[in-house]
């Protein structure tokens, strides 16, 4: 076996608040066949500590990290091989994992996620546990210092980088001032470096610094370079262009099988899906309208499109449709949603996070929709094709990737497996939805759509090996 850390803030089982956690909790299983072994380092959060137990060993110990001491504790859990790193003063809190009680960013969140950087680079340069990987494998800007640290440490050469973006969105910055604090050295800050607009950027230290660069599918690789999408990094992006490629982002298929899932009612073909759906909008508390029952599962902020969806409602309401909308995120769209709810008797809103109502709504509702600004890869697009809930998605980054739209060429040729529209806006989503409600209603048609979805590859079978390949021209010879 080759060996590979992987280092992110979140992981399923573990921790999640988003897609990243989904990803870096299904890349070990999807490597181990292409012959690496992935550890996964992670914060020591709460959540991750109380799942770790008494099995935990301790490999290494710091008396001052970033303003504590900290423990780095080998653990298999959930699975998984964790490297966890024990530091109370930095993770050992309530709330969510990166804002305080107040709603905002943890104030010393650099410090949290150069902390584990460090580590990163540590284990890379000297070992732990006995073992020494031959790749870093970085998610987003919370681990994105870490090639820094190892230049720093002068062992660039001994390991191979690989940072993935996640999302762009996330810079992670702190004021130059925190520099000394955060251990970085000073050759890395200027405007070719990770200094920007006079701040530090982790996520720029990692797209300059890391031996190559990867994002979740082939279209926002190509997005990135573009000002629209690059969120001001796309200039970094593009002079790095010949080392970033785009690679899809699969589903873990063991928790997300409809004919295996202990949360519904099972189902291996579209039409098994009824008693999903009756199920469904009485959870709802849904009259059927006879229409299709649309689906969104989703952080509700400003990248997710959802006060578009708000905007084109109406027209979907009138032409039969229904919605069962589970998301949590912003103060403004939750109510926004929660007027809309009350306004209209076939719409019907979750504020909260509830993984196993999402296994509900994929399994009962007829479409899912996505209307993304932006969309590095999209998850649940993946979770509906598979339970046969149609897509229906803006036509950016992995939702392109990821649906074949249902247009007359698809259609003819028997391909199409959900609905695309452009730009963002009202009326390309309503005349969206205005076709799914078409489409519904032709039985025969709407039936092999789904079959087809259903059918569509949403594993990691394509993109394991891609991502071998990647290990393999980085890992030092
Ligand atoms: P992002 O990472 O930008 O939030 P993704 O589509 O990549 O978007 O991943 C989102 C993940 O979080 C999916 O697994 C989705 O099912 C899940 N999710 C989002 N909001 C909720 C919620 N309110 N309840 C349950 N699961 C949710």
Redesign the pocket.
């Known amino acids: 076996m080759r060996h590979v850390l992987s280092v992110a803030s979140e992981c399923v089982p573990l921790v999640k608040t ?3 956690a ?1 990803v870096v909790g299904a890349l070990p299983a999807a490597l181990a066949p292409q012959g690496w072994r992935l550890r996964t380092l992670l914060p020591g959060y709460p959540a991750v500590m109380r799942k770790l137990g008494r099995k935990a060993r301790t490999v290494r110990e710091e008396s001052d990290l970033m303003g504590g001491p900290a423990r780095l504790l080998s653990a298999r859990a959930a699975g998984l091989e964790l490297l966890v790193l024990d530091a109370p003063h930095l993770y050992e809190r309530e709330g969510a994992i990166y804002l305080g009680p107040d709603g905002r960013d943890w104030p010393d969140n650099p410090e949290r996620f150069a902390a584990l950087s460090w580590m990163a680079a540590t284990i890379a340069a000297e070992g732990a546990d006995s073992w020494r990987p031959e790749v870093l494998h970085l998610h987003d800007w919370q681990a994105a210092f870490a090639p820094v640290f190892l230049r720093d440490m002068g062992a660039a050469g001994s390991v191979g980088s690989l940072l993935t973006v996640h ?1 762009i969105a996330f810079h992670g910055i702190a004021p130059a001032s925190r520099l000394a604090e955060l251990r970085l050295p000073a050759w890395g800050f200027h405007a070719g470096g990770f200094e920007y607009y006079g701040k530090i950027n982790a996520l720029k230290a990692g797209l300059v610094y890391a031996d190559r660069l990867s994002t979740v599918s082939p279209t926002y690789a190509r997005e990135l370079m573009r000002p629209e999408f690059g969120m001001g990094l796309e200039g970094v992006l593009r002079s790095r262009g010949a080392d970033l490629v785009g690679i899809l982002n699969g589903i873990d298929e063991t928790a997300w099988d409809p004919q295996t899932d202990p949360q519904i009612s099972n189902f291996a073909s579209p039409k098994r899906k009824r008693p999903n759906r009756k199920a469904l909008l009485a959870e709802f508390g849904l009259a059927d309208t006879g229409g299709p029952l649309a689906v969104v ?3 509700l902020t400003h990248q997710k499109g959802l006060d578009v969806l708000l905007e084109a409602l109406p027209a979907f309401i009138a032409r039969g449709g229904q919605l069962a909308l ?3 995120g912003d103060s403004e769209l939750e109510t926004a949603w929660l007027l809309a709810e009350e306004a209209m008797p076939q719409v019907a809103v979750r504020i ?4 196993s109502l ?1 296994h509900r709504m994929m399994a009962g509702g007829d479409a899912v929709i996505v209307p993304s600004r932006f969309e590095p ?4 697009q993946l ?1 509906g094709l598979r339970y046969g809930a149609i897509p229906v998605v803006s036509l950016t980054g992995g939702l392109a990737d990821t649906v074949i739209p249902a247009n007359d060429a698809a259609l003819t040729a028997g391909v199409a497996t959900g609905l695309q529209f452009h730009p963002v806006e009202r009326d390309a989503l309503a005349g969206a939805l205005a076709q799914l409600c078409d489409l519904y209603a032709d039985r025969r048609t709407w039936n092999r759509m789904q079959r087809r979805a259903m059918a569509h590859p949403v594993g990691w079978a394509a993109s394991a090996p891609r991502y071998a390949a990647l290990y393999e021209s980085i890992a030092p010879a």
């Open positions: 988003g897609g990243l989904d999302n599962i989703s952080r589970l998301g949590s909260g996070y509830d993984e999402s890869c999209g998850l649940t979770y």
